[in-house]
């Protein structure tokens, strides 16, 4: 009988189950048409490692192959990846076999990507709420890495490598995270410590884990290291940096930006890129930069922006070219909210984007579903 392991991007809470599911013997644990209910019940059968078969009551001969399940929601699949990797980071040194765990979420950022990258990118400007920070940061930098490292040619391999870095990243330092995040004051010397040490803890955690994965672990070690030899732990220099390091740089440092802290309020998303490949055009790498910036557009998926009629919206996908983005109007010119989202071609002289808000200056009340239908569900 045809078998396939199940993973994160399988499972919908509250839905029905749209094929039978054994254990690895063969054995009928789930009825097709059964509704699983939680993150944490999910969680379970996939750590108790069940296959999808084919149809039930069909004859070896006859066995008809996999059906797929109907596309899921790429907003459900990343919220579920965050509450699973935060139980798997904080729970790290009582957890079996964790890099094929983490691995798992990997895979299903990738496959939230692949749905639809529009609202997986956007997720990282509109999806601030969900979790734990220094957990989400990572899964917001994963999202970038995976969107980015697409476009760019890497393996199948590496990509999977380097979204599991990226998931991994700080877990040297994930109970002072939130706590060095939000501190305005002056760094302590043990503070210091702890942001320089990260990089070579994270991997020592990982190994003691069991994680073996060598581009894996590399990628974290070099995650704070610059073209210009400035950068920590060891100081490496561009030619010595591994080149899904440097995506892994790139990814981190603007998702750091555009999150608001309690000392500082976020950066826009377009002044976020311009102070890296500006203010830091010496620390990376430009011709990664030249594709992340072409990839990503100077108006990120899930930036606020005002009009040049007056209508305030959100970059909903890309247009003709990275300064001219498709967007979603919410308001009309004179602040009231339009009966549904209206489509617009920034391109046009009419459309085109005067400026770029924060959340709260444009006051604008939406779900992500209204912007990009069924692939934003909850």
Not at 121 to 138: F, K, M, P, S, W
Not at 242 to 258: H, I
Not at 307 to 328: D, Q, R, Y
Request: charged share 25%; with cysteine; proline share 3%.
């Amino acid at each position: 009988m045809e078998q396939r392991r199940i993973n994160l991007a399988d499972i919908v809470s509250g839905q029905p189950l749209p094929w039978d599911i054994t254990d690895l013997a063969g054995h009928l644990l789930l009825r097709q048409g059964q509704i699983v209910q939680g993150g944490l019940q999910i969680e379970r059968l996939i750590e108790r490692g069940l296959f999808i078969s084919g149809s039930a009551g069909q004859s070896k001969k006859e066995s008809s192959p996999i059906v797929k399940p109907e596309r899921v929601s790429a907003l459900r699949i990343i919220n579920q990846a965050i509450k699973r990797l935060e139980r798997l980071l904080f729970n790290i040194g009582n957890e079996t076999g964790v890099q094929a765990k983490i691995t798992e979420v990997a895979k299903a950022i990738r496959y939230a990507v692949s749905i639809n990258s529009d609202v997986a990118v956007a997720t990282i400007l509109l999806n601030q709420d969900i979790g734990e920070y220094a957990v989400r940061h990572c899964i917001d930098t994963a999202i970038l890495v995976a969107y980015v490292g697409a476009k760019n040619g890497k393996t199948e391999t590496e990509m999977i490598s380097v979204t599991a870095a990226a998931l991994t990243m700080n877990l040297g330092m994930l109970r002072e995270h939130g706590h060095l995040q939000d501190n305005g004051n002056e760094l302590t010397d043990s503070e210091r410590k702890v942001i320089y040490r990260h990089p070579a803890e994270s991997v020592r955690l990982l190994r003691e884990a069991g994680v073996e994965d060598e581009e894996w672990l590399n990628c974290i070690l070099q995650h704070h290291e610059n073209e210009d030899g400035s950068g920590y732990s060891s100081g490496k220099r561009g030619a010595d940096m591994m080149s899904n390091a440097k995506l892994l740089v790139l990814a981190d440092r603007y998702c750091a930006r555009v999150v608001e802290r309690t000392y500082r309020k976020k950066m826009l998303p377009n002044a976020a890129l311009r102070d890296i490949l500006l203010n830091e055009k010496n620390k990376i790498d430009a011709n990664l930069a030249a594709i992340f910036l072409r990839e990503l557009g100077i108006y990120p998926c899930g930036t606020f922006v005002k009009l040049e009629n007056g209508e305030i919206g959100v970059v909903t996908g890309k247009g003709g070219s990275s300064t001219t983005p498709i967007v979603h109007a919410l308001l009309g010119p004179r602040g009231a909210p339009l009966a549904f989202p209206i489509k617009r071609d920034t391109a046009r002289a009419l459309t085109k984007i005067r400026e770029v808000l924060h959340a709260d200056a444009a006051s604008v009340r939406f779900n992500m579903h209204q912007l990009w239908g069924s692939d934003a569900d909850l």
